[in-house]
């Protein structure tokens, strides 16, 4: 089998590995998806909604170890599926900050359906750059936008981790803004995950404690 044939079977079996737990848990996070946001932030740097798949998402999390007491944030959450994935496991919050209205409001959406949610799931409407991250623990990016929000969103993170020190962790998958957690000066680096196959990787760093 050829290469690009390989390449298509794989992205056709991962796409129906989506549709199976999507329509088994009784959300849809697929639709609307790739689509651009209605409004592009204040350093006019969104990008367009992709989905992780759920395959890298039990690759990459599904032996992360949360604690009861975590409260795990999705920066960019789309249409919710990470948000979906996290709330099926008993921690104190999950909550999704997502740009798009459109996005938002499907994330609520999915977040009522779910099925087995065992854990409360909060969707904000607003740029990631103005949240109140001063109760979160673990949190997610998916590259929702370019470097100068993430320094933004890094920045704010810090200065609430000033004023309520907590150990904090950061996975941030398909880094290809990571020069910007090189140059913070107050994270550190825990290591990554990475794909064989499609090459994907996420990267782990921390605040006040190693990655588990």
Known sequence: MSLPLLLQCRHALRLGMDHLIDRRWGIDTLSGTWALPTTVGKFNDARPNVPISYFLLFQFLGRMVLKPDDVFYDIGCGNGRVLCYI???RIAKVIGVELCRVFADKACTNAEKLRGRVT???VHCCDAVAMDYS???VFFIYNSFG???????LDNIRETAARHDRPLIFLYNNPIHS???QASGWLTYAG???DIFSKQRMELWTYGRPAA
Do not use: E, N
């Open 147 to 153: 470097p100068q929000t993430l320094q933004a969103v």
């Open 120 to 122: 409360p799931i909060r």
């Open 192 to 194: 990554k995950k990475t």
């Open 135 to 137: 109760d979160g623990t």
């Open 179 to 181: 020069s910007v957690f």
């Open 87 to 89: 709330a099926r496991r």
